[in-house]
């Protein structure tokens, strides 16, 4: 344990379990581009299942998803309605500005992630010739900027009601939807039954190798597939992927409660200790942000690093700490110590 490097930048770090190598290397294939890979129908099918919705599609990453998504839902021109915190805002290269043509117009995000339905309302533009349209509004949940916070279905459908009232889609970026769906203890589909299209990963706390995939209508998978193609994600014997996504639905979801009580127990055990500045109760799934006080985030997680503990810096006095398959409460412990020592010379 002494020299072991305890990796919290991400759980985009996590490893394939034993089982999924076993389903990768043994996966039924085809061509998916004609929809011939049984594991990928397969997938989708559960997918589209478990989210509550007619379809879904296998996508090459979260990002993909997003894009897809939202080049299917808007016409060029059309302005996007997102938080000022959202992934798809701070994360996604402008991809829905620079290749869809739409305006992002950010509306701010509470600490908890969440817009204010007011906010969304005075935002949607009304039926000018100056004005563009409003296409699309979008939520995440859990949100990663603003710390794993939580959307409850209260939350979701508050905004949802708005735009609905007003015609305009909602999209559920909802990288990490089942760490919410877990965290409240509901099924995932009552997390998404608000919104028109999710988007979900399965190379994050679900551990896969790559993947994401996007639920909706049937008519709206149907379209989306065919800009899956534009964008270059038309993937052929993909089933290699499916087959650990299959495996991840079945064996790695309730495992993410792990993940939530370790990154509960390394927050507790950070509070109160200069120069770090967090509060426990704001953890709510698998990611502890942390403000640094008094010395450059940049150089305090330096020093973490060199005491082998990674961690993200997020911008401003900000770093954040995720916990993932493959940390133990063990690590935790470890962790929590090795940046107390840290602290302890940084204060
Ligand atoms: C990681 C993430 C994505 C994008 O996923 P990639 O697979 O990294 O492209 C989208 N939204 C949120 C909230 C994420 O955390």
Not at 199 to 226: D, H, N, Q, T, Y
Not at 284 to 293: F, G, I, K, R
Request: hydrophobic share 45%.
């Amino acid at each position: 344990m002494a020299n072991k490097i305890i990796d919290l930048r991400s759980d985009t770090v996590t490893l394939p379990t034993p089982a999924m190598r076993q389903a990768i290397a043994e996966a039924e294939l085809g061509d998916d581009v004609w929809r011939e890979d049984p594991t990928v129908n397969r997938l989708e099918a559960v997918a589209a299942g478990k989210l509550g919705k007619e379809a879904a599609l296998l996508t090459a990453s979260g990002t993909m998803s997003n894009l897809v998504a939202l080049l299917t839902h808007c016409q060029r021109g059309a302005e996007v309605l997102l938080g000022d915190e959202a992934h798809i805002f701070h994360y996604e290269v402008a991809g829905a500005a620079a290749l869809g043509g739409l305006g992002l117009r950010t509306i701010s995000n509470d600490s908890r992630g969440r817009l204010h339905p007011k906010d969304v309302e005075e935002a949607i533009r009304l039926p000018d010739i100056h004005h563009p349209r409003t296409g699309l509004v979008c939520l995440e949940n859990t949100h990663n900027r603003c710390g794993g916070a939580v959307l409850s279905e209260a939350d979701t459908e508050a905004v949802a009601q708005v735009a609905r009232r007003w015609g305009i889609p909602v999209h559920l970026d909802g990288a990490r939807i089942f760490n919410a769906a877990v965290a409240l203890g509901v099924p995932v589909a009552n997390l998404a039954c608000q919104a028109d299209s999710v988007a979900f990963s399965l190379c994050k706390g679900l551990a896969c190798p790559v993947g994401s995939l996007l639920c909706g209508s049937s008519e709206f998978i149907g379209r989306a597939r065919k800009y899956r193609k534009m964008v270059g994600g038309g993937m052929r014997q993909a089933g290699i992927i499916a087959a650990a996504g299959l495996v991840a639905l079945d064996t790695m979801v309730d495992r993410l409660q792990e993940d939530h009580d370790n990154a509960k127990l390394l927050a507790e055990g950070l509070a109160g200790l200069p120069p770090l500045r967090l509060d426990p109760a704001s953890v709510q799934s698998n990611m502890v942000n942390l403000e640094v006080e008094g010395i450059p985030a940049i150089e305090f997680q330096g020093r973490l690093g060199q005491a082998g503990v990674l961690a993200t810096y997020m911008g401003g006095q900000r770093l954040r700490l995720v916990t993932h398959y493959g940390i133990e409460r063990a690590d935790i412990e470890e962790a929590a110590q090795r940046i107390r020592a840290v602290a302890s010379v940084s204060g």
